[in-house]
């Protein structure tokens, strides 16, 4: 049973830490997503690749925040340093180009303290 | 740039029917998605329209009037399994590529 696969599931750090979270999309789908969770603000798309490529990330801070997919079963999810405020559920997602259906990982729950 | 909206959250019984509301302003549309999320879990696909118009699967329809940037979701036969946050997207093409863009979510609570 085909499924994105997302670690850590659960993560607890303090400020100023690095976190870094993965993610194993589905094999075959070519474009992977990364969102972040929040109850004030939903689903945030932070950023996404297509064939590997990144094509926007637009949505995240880019002084803190760094993505990147290393090969085709892996993204990656950065946070140096982490603060309090970036607390939140990260999902990632994978699907195809052709149907736009996403398919969602578990999350990682992340808290910053 | 997007904007998409939906009711914050509704309830409704078991048995009866819901019709959940949302509107977009965006760029580059191409097409609308519906995905449910339960408490604690991740966003699951229900339904997809790029055409205008109804599309029935199950108990579950999805609409669309790209006209009028307007969607909805309607919930027959509701169930307490219903109980979720229902979550209105627009899949949006850019000069940077095609994104899937979510609203901020329906809380729906079904009581017996």
């Known amino acids: 049973d085909a499924r994105v696969t997302q670690t850590p599931r659960h993560k607890v750090t303090e400020m100023g830490q690095e976190v870094t979270m993965r993610c194993q999309p589905i094999l075959g789908h070519n474009t992977v997503f990364w969102y972040r969770q929040t109850m004030m603000q939903g689903l945030e798309l932070l950023a996404y690749f297509r064939n590997r490529a990144p094509l926007d990330d637009s949505g995240m801070p880019k002084d803190r925040f760094s993505a990147e997919m290393p090969d085709a079963t892996l993204a990656t999810l950065k946070i140096q340093p982490s603060e309090p405020r970036d607390s939140a559920v990260y999902f990632c997602?994978?699907?195809?180009?052709?149907?736009?259906?996403?398919?969602f990982g578990e999350g990682s729950r992340l808290t910053v303290l | 740039g997007q904007n998409i909206d939906q009711p914050t959250e509704m309830t409704a019984t078991e048995g009866a029917i819901v019709q959940i509301n949302c509107t977009y302003q965006?760029?580059?549309?191409?097409?609308l998605f519906w995905y449910q999320q339960h408490a604690g879990e991740a966003p699951t696909f229900l339904s997809y329209?790029?055409?205008?118009g109804l599309e029935e699967k199950g108990r579950f329809s999805s609409f669309l009037s790209r006209s009028k940037g307007y969607s909805y979701l309607l919930l027959k036969e509701l169930q307490m399994k219903d109980s979720a946050s229902y979550l209105c997207?627009?899949?949006?093409?850019?000069?940077?590529?095609?994104?899937?863009?979510f609203g901020k979510g329906t809380t729906l609570s079904v009581s017996s």
């Open positions: 997207a627009v899949r949006e093409v850019s000069q940077a590529g095609t994104a899937l863009i």
């Open positions: 329209n790029v055409l205008d």
């Open positions: 997602a994978s699907g195809t180009l052709g149907t736009g259906e996403l398919f």
């Open positions: 965006t760029s580059g549309f191409n097409g």
